[in-house]
């Protein structure tokens, strides 16, 4: 045997951060913000877009209420996977029903998170320069949520960022007072 000595680490433990709320609340702008932030302080983090994971992960899936559902427990599923390995995982989904939030929550179990992204609709309607709100009215989209499918909002968020009252660092900030309290009580992922 060599003079040498093995060292050992433990694996850092994940968690999923799940933001939900309507289309245009402000979930990418304050996921890219955290991502930085969590990223700058050296974790391991991965952040799942819905826009982009649509596109590479459920191509061609639509909008009825079972096609979300089948959708987002795909991600549920990736989330659990990751977050075991170690990972922070961003997730930012309209997600519009509780089911499927649940869902995910049990999936992932005690490293999930649920983030309310509290934005009223009429600041979402004009928040939105892809005029998605204004084609849903017009009823050129439907199955549009917040227009013409629901919004469940979460009965009890582990937080609520209220957007009109605090600035996107701000809501960076509050998340990670969350992880930070999280990790210290020991409610991650393992």
């Known amino acids: 045997m060599s003079g040498r000595s ?6 850092s433990r994940g968690m999923t951060l799940w933001l939900t709320g309507l289309p245009c609340a ?38 009825s209420r079972e096609e979300r559902c089948a959708h987002l427990r795909r991600v549920g599923f990736l989330c659990r996977l990751l977050t075991k390995h170690g990972v922070t995982v961003i997730a930012a989904f309209v997600s519009p029903y509780r089911e499927t939030r649940d869902d995910a929550r049990r999936m992932v179990g005690d490293g999930f998170a649920e983030i309310f992204v509290d934005t009223p609709l009429a600041e979402c309607i004009r928040r939105d320069v892809k005029g998605m709100y204004r084609r849903a009215l017009a009823g050129e989209i439907r199955q549009f949520t917040g227009i013409s499918d629901p919004y469940e909002p979460p009965l009890a968020p582990e937080l609520t960022l209220r957007t009109m009252e605090h600035s996107v660092e701000e809501c960076v900030n509050q998340v990670l007072e969350l992880t930070d309290s999280r990790m210290s009580l020991g409610r991650v992922g393992s």
């Open 6 to 11: 093995r060292e050992t680490t433990t694996p």
């Open 26 to 63: 402000g979930k990418t702008t304050i996921a890219q913000g955290l991502f930085e932030a969590l990223r700058a302080r050296g974790q391991a983090v991965e952040l799942l877009d819905g826009d982009e994971i649509r596109k590479e992960f459920s191509a061609g899936v639509g909008f």
